[in-house]
C-alpha cells in the first residue's frame, strides 16, 4: 500500500514503471484507490502515454477497485499514475497487469473518465460498440453478486467509438456509500 501526497507543492507527483508486454495483447489493470477526505486532489493514470484517467476534485471515497481493459503496442510499455493531495493523502494498493484471454482489448469498451453533475454521475466511455447496450449499475454492498446490482443508466449505442452515460439522480451525499460498475449486453 502507498499513501501519495504531495506536501503543498502544488503539482503532480508520479509513480511509474516500464512492463513487459506483448505487442498485440490485451491487458487488464487493475488498483485499489482511497481519498479519505474531501479536500482538492487529483489522480491520473496513463498507459504508454495514452492517459486512462484523470480526476480532479475527487470526492472523499472508501477503497475503489478500478479497471481497465488496455492493449500494448510493444515490448515493452510506460504504466504511470499521478497524483496530487495536498493536504492530506490519496492510498494506493494492488496494483496489477495481467493478460486478458480475450486477446486484443481494443475491442473492449472501458471507462475513460467519471465527473458530477449536480446529483448525477456522468461516465465517459471509449471502445463503445454499435449495436450494444451499456448499463452503469449500482450497490451499497461489493459482497453481493452483480445480478443484485440496481441498474441507474442505460445507453444503446448507435454508433462505435466514445460514449457518454449519465446517471441522473445517482448521487447524494445523504445516500450510504455507492460503488458502480459499466456492464455490456
Known amino acids: 500500500m502507498a499513501a501519495l501526497g504531495t506536501s503543498g507543492s502544488g503539482s503532480l507527483g508520479y509513480l511509474s514503471q516500464t512492463l513487459s508486454t506483448?505487442?498485440?495483447v490485451g491487458y487488464l489493470l487493475s488498483f485499489w484507490a482511497n481519498n479519505s477526505y474531501s479536500d482538492p486532489a487529483e489522480l491520473l493514470v496513463s498507459w504508454n502515454?495514452?492517459?486512462?484517467?484523470d480526476t480532479t476534485n475527487l470526492v472523499a471515497t472508501d477503497w475503489t477497485n478500478i479497471q481497465f481493459f488496455?492493449?500494448?503496442a510493444?515490448?515493452?510499455t510506460a504504466l504511470e499514475i499521478g497524483f496530487q493531495d495536498?493536504?492530506?493523502w490519496l492510498g494506493l494498493d494492488e496494483i496489477s497487469v495481467t493478460p486478458t484471454?480475450?486477446?486484443v482489448a481494443s475491442t473492449v469498451p472501458g471507462v475513460a473518465s467519471f465527473s458530477l453533475s449536480g446529483d448525477n454521475l456522468v461516465?465517459?466511455?471509449t471502445n463503445g460498440q454499435s449495436?450494444?447496450?451499456y448499463y452503469v449499475l449500482a450497490t451499497t454492498n461489493l459482497a453481493l453478486p452483480l445480478s443484485q446490482w440496481t441498474p441507474v443508466a442505460t445507453n444503446f449505442l448507435s454508433a462505435s467509438g466514445n460514449f457518454t452515460i449519465t446517471a441522473t439522480n445517482s448521487v447524494s451525499p445523504k445516500r450510504s456509500q455507492q460503488f458502480y460498475i459499466l456492464k455490456t449486453q
Open 74 to 76: 510493444g515490448p515493452a
Open 22 to 24: 506483448t505487442a498485440g
Open 123 to 125: 461516465l465517459t466511455g
Open 131 to 133: 449495436g450494444w447496450t
Open 70 to 72: 488496455v492493449s500494448a
Open 49 to 53: 502515454g495514452t492517459t486512462l484517467l
Open 101 to 103: 484471454n480475450t486477446g
Open 86 to 88: 495536498d493536504y492530506d
